[in-house]
C-alpha cells in the first residue's frame, strides 16, 4: 500500500517540526501527465536509464491490481497506420550529431514528423507506389520513422553526371541489442546458450509474452562496459517520432564544431531549431490537455497496462540537461521558453554532470565550471525547482573525490555506471508526483521546498537502503546510528549541525518489509522508533531527529524499482535478489569502491558469477533539501567562476554571448542566490518573515 505525509506550500511555509498529511483526493485516479525533456548526451544517458526503469516496470496483467506509480503519466498511447496501438515516452531528446548508432536512422535537418504515427513492434505494411513509412532499427533496440515518397509509376527520374558510393560498415552490436532484435523479430532466446544464434526457435508475434519475461526466463545478465559508447547502445523500448531531436550544427566527437560553451547554447535555439522544438511541445501538450484514456483494452501487442479512465491534464515538465556544456545555455533558453509559454504548469529541471568528462583538457575544465555557475542561475531563474545531480563531489576547479557507496561496487568515471545510479535515483525522487493515488502534484512538490525564493535544492540517496529480510523499518534506522544513511547527489554535502528549509524524503521498495516493530506485551522498545505505531512516525521521527525545526514531507511505497538488462549489476555480493542485506552482513557495510581494472573493455559476459547472484530489485531511500548546506556549494562556484578572469584568459567563451555585463550579473545573481541559504541566526529558528528579510 501507498502512504503520504505531506505539506502544503501554505503550511510548509507556516509551520516547523511538523508533518502533515494532504487532501487524500489529491491526484487520486487522475492521470496528470509530465512531458520530459532531455538536453545533452549525459542527459541522455541518465535518462535512458530511467526510461528504461519505467518500462520494466509496466504491468501487462489486465487481472492484477493498479500497480502505485501511475505509468501512463510519462507514457502515452498512440496507433500506428497499420492499427497496431504503441505505448511510448512522452520524450523530447535533443542531442548532437554522431551520438546516434548509424542503424538509427536520422531525422534531415528541419524535417517534421508525422504527428499521426507512432513507432511499434511490428513493420506495417506497405503499399506500392504510395508514401511509405519504414521502421528503422537502430543499434540501440530504437526507432525512428523514415517517410519517403515514391513517384509515379514507381520510377526513378534518371541522374545525369558521376555518382560516387560511399560505404561504410555497420558498427558491431553488443549482446544485448543483438538479443532485442531477436525479440523484435518474434524470436524466443533459448536458454543454453544465450548468444547463439543457432540456438534460438521460431515462434510467432510475441502475443501473450513480454520482453521482460524472456530475458528473466533465461536469467540473462548482460556486461555492457566495454562495448556502451551512446546512450543508445543500452536504449530498451521504442520512441515517438516526435522523441529523438538531432541538432546537426555541432558534432558529438571530433575537435571542430563542438557545443562547448553557454552563449554557444543559447544561440542555437533560434530559427528552424526552435520552429522543431516548438512543434513538438505542442504536440505532446495538446495530446494531454485534450485526450481522453480510451475505455477499452490496448494492445503493444502485448497484454496492456494497466491505465486509468479520467481525463488527461499535464501538471508540468520534468528537465534534465547537461550542466557543465554548450547544452546550459540551451537548458537555459528552453526552460525560459517553457516558463513564458506554459507559466502555470510546473518546470523541475535536473543539472546533471558526469564525475569525468571525455576528452577533457585544463581549457575545457575551465568552460565547464563557467558554464555551470552561468547554467544553475538561469535555469534556476526559470523553473519551479531546481536541483544538481552529479556523482562529483563539487563542482569548483579542485572538487573532493566522489562520494563511497557502502553497498555498490561500481566505476564513478564510467558513464554507463553513474547514470544508472543517478537513474536509480531519480526513480525514488520523481515518486511523488507519479503515484496513482494520494500523490503530491508537481507545484505543490516544487512551491513545498522554493521557500522565500530558494529555488535550488540538493538530492540525497541511499542506494540502496540497507534493510535485512524479515526485518523492520526501526531496525533499519537504527542500525545507522548517528549518521544519515543517504549520500549526497548533488556535489552538496550536508554540514553537520546545518540548518534545513524544508526536505521531502522517499522510502521507496521496502516490498513486504514491516514499517513497524512488532512487539510481545511486556518487551520494552529497544529505541523509540520501536515504540511508534506508522511507517510515516518512524521515519519522520529519525529524520527529524538531525533535523528537529524542519518542515518534512514524507512519501512511503511499497513497489521499488525493477533491474531487468540492460541495468548494470553493481550492487554489493552483500545484497540478495531482492536487494535486503544478506545474514550476517552489516547494514553499514565497508566502502568497497571497484579497482579500476576490473572494468575493462572484454567481449561480452552474459552470466554472472554464481556467488554474485542478479539483483532484480532494491530498496531506496532519498531525500529533497533546501538548506544551508547549499550556502557553500553556490559560494564556491561562484567564487570560482568570479576569480577567473574570462577575457583575458578564455576570450572565446564569450565569443557568441553573453555579454559581459550579462555575464557580471549572472554571478551576481548567482552570489545574492547563495546569500539565500546562509545561516546567520545561530542556530535558532526564525520566521518565515525574518528569511525574507
Not at 192 to 199: D, M, N, V
Not at 277 to 293: A, K, S
Amino acid at each position: 500500500s501507498n502512504h503520504l505525509a505531506c505539506l502544503s506550500c501554505v503550511e510548509f511555509c507556516g509551520l516547523r517540526g511538523s508533518v502533515l498529511r494532504v487532501d487524500p483526493i489529491t491526484m487520486t485516479g487522475v492521470s496528470r501527465e509530465v512531458i520530459t525533456l532531455q538536453l545533452g548526451h549525459y542527459s541522455n544517458f541518465v535518462g535512458t536509464h530511467w526510461w528504461n526503469l519505467q518500462d520494466a516496470s509496466l504491468c501487462y496483467d489486465p487481472g492484477s491490481a493498479p500497480p502505485e506509480v501511475q505509468s501512463d503519466s510519462v507514457f502515452r498511447e498512440g496507433q500506428t497506420p497499420g492499427g497496431s496501438v504503441t505505448y511510448t515516452p512522452r520524450l523530447i531528446a535533443m542531442d548532437l550529431k554522431g551520438t546516434l548508432c548509424s542503424g538509427f536512422a536520422h531525422p534531415e535537418p528541419g524535417a517534421r514528423p508525422d504527428p499521426s504515427v507512432c513507432l511499434h513492434r511490428k513493420s506495417p505494411d506497405v503499399a506500392a507506389g504510395r508514401e511509405s513509412v519504414r521502421p528503422w532499427r537502430s543499434c540501440s533496440g530504437s526507432c525512428y520513422l523514415v517517410k519517403t515518397t515514391a513517384p509515379p509509376g514507381g520510377h526513378s527520374a534518371p541522374r545525369t553526371g558521376s555518382v560516387t558510393v560511399h560505404k561504410h560498415s555497420q558498427p558491431e552490436k553488443n549482446c544485448f541489442l543483438e538479443d532485442l532484435e531477436r525479440l523484435d523479430k518474434g524470436q524466443i532466446l533459448a536458454e543454453a546458450e544465450f548468444c547463439s544464434a543457432s540456438q534460438l526457435q521460431r515462434s510467432g508475434p510475441l502475443a501473450m509474452d513480454s520482453f521482460n519475461n524472456q530475458l528473466t526466463r533465461v536469467q540473462k545478465n548482460y556486461r555492457l562496459e566495454g562495448s556502451v559508447t551512446v546512450w543508445s547502445d543500452f536504449l530498451r523500448l521504442h520512441l515517438h517520432p516526435h522523441s529523438v531531436a538531432v541538432i546537426h550544427q555541432f558534432n558529438h566527437d571530433g575537435e571542430a564544431h563542438r557545443l562547448e560553451t553557454f552563449g554557444q547554447g543559447e544561440s542555437v535555439l533560434q530559427g528552424a531549431l526552435l520552429d522543431e522544438l516548438e512543434d513538438r511541445l505542442h504536440f505532446f501538450v495538446e495530446e494531454c490537455d485534450y485526450l481522453q484514456v480510451p475505455p477499452l483494452p490496448l494492445l503493444r501487442p502485448l497484454p496492456p497496462p494497466r491505465l486509468s479512465h479520467w481525463p488527461r491534464v499535464s501538471q508540468g515538465f520534468q528537465v534534465l540537461c547537461d550542466l557543465e556544456d554548450g547544452f546550459a545555455g540551451l537548458g537555459s533558453k528552453v526552460t525560459e521558453l517553457l516558463q513564458d509559454s506554459y507559466g502555470g504548469r510546473g518546470i523541475l529541471t535536473w543539472g546533471v554532470a558526469p564525475v569525468v568528462h571525455r576528452d577533457s583538457t585544463p581549457a575545457r575544465d575551465q568552460y565547464h565550471l563557467l558554464n555551470a555557475a552561468l547554467g544553475t542561475v538561469n535555469m534556476a531563474a526559470h523553473s519551479s525547482l531546481f536541483c544538481p545531480l552529479t556523482l562529483r563531489g563539487g563542482l569548483g576547479r579542485r572538487p573532493p573525490p566522489p562520494p563511497l557507496f557502502p553497498l555498490l561496487s561500481f566505476d564513478p568515471s564510467l558513464w554507463y555506471h553513474s547514470s544508472a545510479l543517478l537513474a536509480l535515483a531519480l526513480d525514488a525522487l520523481t515518486v511523488p508526483y507519479r503515484l496513482r493515488n494520494n500523490g503530491a502534484p508537481m507545484w505543490q512538490v516544487a512551491d513545498s521546498l522554493a521557500v522565500s525564493g530558494r529555488k535550488v535544492v540538493a538530492a540525497y540517496g541511499a542506494v540502496p537502503f540497507p534493510m535485512m529480510p524479515g526485518g523492520s523499518l526501526p531496525d533499519a534506522l537504527r542500525a545507522c546510528a548517528d549518521a544519515l544513511p543517504w549520500k549526497p547527489l548533488s556535489a552538496c554535502p550536508e554540514a553537520a549541525g546545518g540548518r534545513c528549509y524544508g526536505q521531502w524524503s522517499t522510502l521507496r521498495g521496502y516490498e513486504d518489509q514491516k514499517l513497524i516493530s512488532c512487539l510481545s506485551p511486556g518487551i520494552e522498545p529497544p529505541s523509540p522508533l520501536h515504540g511508534l505505531l506508522s511507517g510515516e512516525d518512524v521515519l519522520s521521527a529519525y529524520v527529524s531527529s538531525f533535523y528537529p525545526s524542519a518542515p518534512l514531507a514524507l512519501q512511503l511505497v511499497s513497489a521499488s524499482s525493477k533491474l531487468t538488462p540492460p541495468f548494470p549489476q553493481i550492487f554489493s555480493p552483500a545484497l540478495d535478489a531482492q536487494g535486503f542485506m544478506r545474514g550476517g552482513a552489516s547494514p553499514a557495510g565497508g566502502e568497497c569502491p571497484v579497482p579500476s581494472s576490473v572494468w575493462t573493455p572484454s567481449p561480452c559476459l552474459n552470466r554472472l558469477s554464481s556467488a554474485a547472484p542478479a539483483v532484480s530489485s532494491v530498496p531506496i531511500l532519498t531525500s529533497l533539501q533546501s538548506g544551508t548546506a547549499l550556502h557553500p556549494f553556490l559560494s564556491e562556484l561562484q567564487r570560482a567562476a568570479t576569480t577567473f578572469d574570462v577575457r583575458r584568459r578564455a576570450p572565446s567563451f564569450l565569443s557568441q554571448g553573453p555579454e559581459m555585463a550579462d555575464y557580471q550579473e549572472a554571478l551576481e545573481e548567482l552570489c545574492l542566490l547563495g546569500r539565500c541559504y546562509h545561516d546567520d541566526s545561530g542556530g535558532t529558528t526564525r520566521s518565515s518573515s525574518e528569511d525574507d528579510d
